[in-house]
């Protein structure tokens, strides 16, 4: 039995729809000079900076063809997004390049909508643009004043600084009526750490109460 046959029987006993996936690879490891075993994170840093757009291209190759074999099973794959994704390929980004590349029916998106906005992209052209491929959305906010960026990690003085639902830079209003264009199947709700305003219970209550007003 493979890992992918582990994974989705795994899945299947969860009740799971789909199997998301929210980091691509390269298909030369070897390349990162970053020893895993004494520092995954910095390997995975390392890895994430390094992909280049035939890297893309290999990734959507494989998503292709573990979806099929996830589509078989009874599930369905899907890829979630950060804002590396949004590195510029000349005229084109890796994310863009993703999208054309996979097959609309063997891989779903699920849109983290607040990286996305990090990256300085728009989450509701994107739904607009492709309502079949989103199923699931991540909604999270940042503070206003961020400069755009792709790198991922980045927090200096101007990086997105995390905070609760209504609070900063996403109109969450706008993206959950573009969402309801399209097929969004589930909805979840992420506040990136540190949670230096208030306790991470506390803010669980204000994206509660914020996303209560919109129901």
């Known amino acids: 039995m493979t890992k992918l046959d582990k994974n989705v029987d795994a899945a299947k006993q969860l009740g799971q729809e789909y199997m998301v996936i929210t980091v691509p690879w390269i298909q030369d490891p070897s390349r990162i000079k970053v020893d895993p075993a004494k520092d995954q994170m910095g390997f995975f840093l390392a890895l994430i900076q390094s992909l280049t757009l035939d890297d893309w291209k290999w990734n959507a190759e494989q998503f292709n063809k573990v979806g099929e074999q996830v589509k078989k099973a009874g599930l369905q794959l899907g890829y979630h997004n950060h804002n590396f994704e949004f ?61 755009p960026t792709t790198m991922l990690g980045e927090h200096g003085p101007d990086g997105p600084v995390p905070t609760e639902l209504g609070r900063g830079a996403i109109d969450h209003r706008k993206v959950l009526a573009a969402a309801s264009k399209g097929r969004i199947d589930a909805i979840f709700v992420e506040q990136e750490p540190p949670f230096t305003e208030m306790p991470a219970l506390k803010a669980i209550k204000v994206d509660y109460a914020y996303l209560k007003i919109m129901a």
């Open 87 to 147: 590195k510029s390929y000349g005229s084109t980004t890796a994310y863009d390049e993703f999208i054309r590349l996979t097959d609309p029916n063997l891989v779903k998106l699920e849109l983290d909508c607040g990286w996305m906005t990090v990256a300085g992209h728009d989450p509701i052209a994107y739904l607009t643009k492709y309502p079949d491929r989103y199923r699931m959305l991540h909604i999270k906010d940042f503070h206003k004043g961020f400069k």
